[in-house]
């Protein structure tokens, strides 16, 4: 069993930060989990955003957040933290932390095993 909860999102104008954060539960250990984030807006397909390795050794990110969105993970803590700079009203959507039992890289919803339950990013222009 892994429980994955969403927390941090909220309402913020365009060029304003948040930073969401993914608390997961597990009886095995968080660090054994490829992690990612994916977001979906009204009408659209999910969209990858970033991921992160088991020990961070190796992240990756979605074009349109790049250099604007820092991926990062706390093993210690059990929790997988976005933070988001520069947000744009086109960032506005439902935010999803997702975990992968296989430490490879995957951009796509299918390649994740647990989901959360999404928290709200809206940015207002």
């Known amino acids: 069993q892994v429980q994955l909860v969403e927390s941090g999102g909220g309402s913020v104008q365009a060029g304003g930060s948040l930073r969401l954060s993914c608390t997961v539960s597990?009886?095995?250990?968080?660090?054994?989990?490829?992690m990612g984030w994916f977001r979906q807006a009204p009408g659209k397909e999910r969209e990858f955003v970033a991921a992160?390795?088991?020990?961070?050794?190796?992240?990756y990110y979605g074009d349109s957040v790049k250099g604007r969105f820092t991926i990062s993970r706390d093993n210690a803590k059990n929790t997988l933290y976005l933070q988001m700079n520069s947000l744009k009203p086109e960032d506005t959507a439902v935010y999803y932390c997702?975990?992968?039992?296989?430490?490879?890289?995957?951009?796509?919803?299918?390649?994740?095993?647990?989901w959360g339950q999404g928290t709200q990013v809206t940015v207002s222009s």
């Open positions: 597990t009886v095995s250990t968080f660090s054994r989990y490829f």
């Open positions: 997702a975990a992968r039992n296989y430490n490879i890289y995957s951009d796509s919803p299918a390649g994740y095993d647990y």
């Open positions: 992160i390795s088991r020990i961070a050794r190796s992240i």
